[in-house]
């Protein structure tokens, strides 16, 4: 298995030579540096490069920031970098988690083929000399405990109640040959076998799998009965309540002809699970405005609701901070949702996060040090603001270059 040295093809391999504009690894490459300069999250990064394997790119993007603290060790020891002083630092990192720590080997050719046939060996010695030190057989086991629990993190799924009730997709998923389980607690759920499931203690439409199950050919997801959905992801919508049954009052309508009811702001709604969770829970009535400032989410807020029969969601291009309580449409709003990351950064899978904020920390605290004076208030502006302005290890060496 990738990650534990197994040797297998890698989900993101793409084959044959490295004829197309970039190879995985170079879009890898792009994706890794936008992260680290806080310029979006792996996902939606992913899903906007213009490479075409997208599934293929994510995969190869998350586990190489999984196992980042392991690369950069890697990289470090191995003077790799030293040895190539024009390869990029992100672009290093995704062919060293193919060819040293998943050990599956790059799967292209070009300049990743080439690092590979060059250092494989090299990897491979300090890769097991990390191991040694630790005394531990697989890579996986040299990341910290909190970024390997996430083996042990159930596959979430939400019933969408808009397509059917959640006693009769539970008896479908028996019906496929899947073992329900009675959890009592939420550390139930980490002990979850292959081939069983369990209702998840706290969310009464939620339910949790064995990690790693593949629920993309199962009958209830392609209906949209179940959305796969993280768990945390489906706390807001629980946490706003809206009632079910009421009635939307129309601007040009008084309020004595149509009752007036539930009318929900999704303030960052794309891509639209929490915002089709808030519809299943209002049973598709009332009215839900959905905001969203990228166009291409929006759009796909509008094909994923679609299909989850989501009828009562009005989508609204741009930002829910423009939007005017005086606006006829929104001045009877009763419910908010307000998810600002809409990212899934809450989710202990995300050992990345914590990484890079970590990065960019370290990037600040250096440049206080050589300059305490006007570069801290400087430095303390692009904290304070959420803004990076990139200045980590990983183009550190190109800016040595005056590559930039």
């Known amino acids: 298995r990738c990650g534990r040295g197994g040797g297998q093809r890698p989900a993101h391999s793409h084959g044959g030579r490295d004829s197309a504009p970039q190879s995985v690894y170079h879009a890898a490459a792009a994706v890794l540096d936008k992260v680290f300069r806080k310029e979006g999250l792996p996902k939606q990064l992913c899903h906007r490069s213009s490479f075409q394997g997208k599934k293929q790119l994510l995969a190869l993007v998350t ?21 190539e002083r024009k390869v990029p630092r992100s672009l290093a990192a995704a062919v060293v988690h193919d060819v040293a720590v998943a050990g599956c080997g790059v799967q292209c050719g070009g ?8 250092h494989k060996a090299r990897l491979a010695a300090e890769l097991a000399k990390l191991k040694a030190r630790a005394q531990v057989r697989h890579a996986v086991e040299l990341l910290p405990e909190a970024s390997r629990v996430q083996e042990r993190i159930p596959r979430w799924a939400r019933v969408n109640t808009l397509k059917g009730d959640v006693e009769s997709a539970v008896d479908r998923i028996q019906e496929a040959g899947y073992t329900l389980i009675e959890a009592a607690d939420q550390a139930a759920l980490l002990q979850l076998e292959p081939k069983s499931f369990a209702r998840d203690p706290h969310l009464p439409d939620v339910l949790a799998f064995a990690p790693g199950t593949d629920l993309h050919d199962f009958p209830l997801y392609k209906d949209s009965t179940l959305i796969l959905q993280d768990k945390a992801s489906c706390m807001p919508a629980h946490a706003v309540a809206p009632p ?13 002809v149509v009752p007036f009811g539930a ?42 609701t679609a299909k989850a029969g989501a009828s009562s969601i009005l989508p609204r291009h741009g930002s829910f901070l423009d939007a005017l309580p005086t606006d006829r449409d929104l001045a009877g709003v009763t419910h908010l949702l307000v998810d600002p990351s809409c990212s899934g950064s809450g ?12 990065c960019v920390a370290a990037a600040v605290a250096s440049k206080q040090a050589a300059a305490p004076t006007a570069d801290s208030a400087a430095a303390g502006d692009a904290v304070g603001s959420g803004k990076s302005d990139g200045k980590t290890k990983w183009d550190k060496r190109k800016r040595k270059r005056g590559e930039d």
């Open 263 to 304: 009318t929900c702001v999704d303030a960052c709604a794309a891509p639209g699970n929490k915002t089709s969770h808030l519809a299943a829970l209002m049973g598709n009535s009332g009215t839900i405005h959905a905001f969203d400032t990228d166009p291409h989410r929006l759009a796909l807020l509008r094909r994923l």
């Open 347 to 358: 989710m202990m899978a995300a050992p990345w996060f914590a990484h890079s904020s970590a």
């Open 111 to 118: 300049l990743p083929r080439k690092l590979e046939q060059k």
């Open 63 to 83: 586990q190489t920031l999984r196992f980042l603290p392991v690369i950069e060790q890697l990289l470090d020891n191995s003077k790799l970098l030293d040895v």
């Open 244 to 256: 079910q049954g009421a009635q939307t009052r129309h601007p040009t309508m008084s309020p004595a």
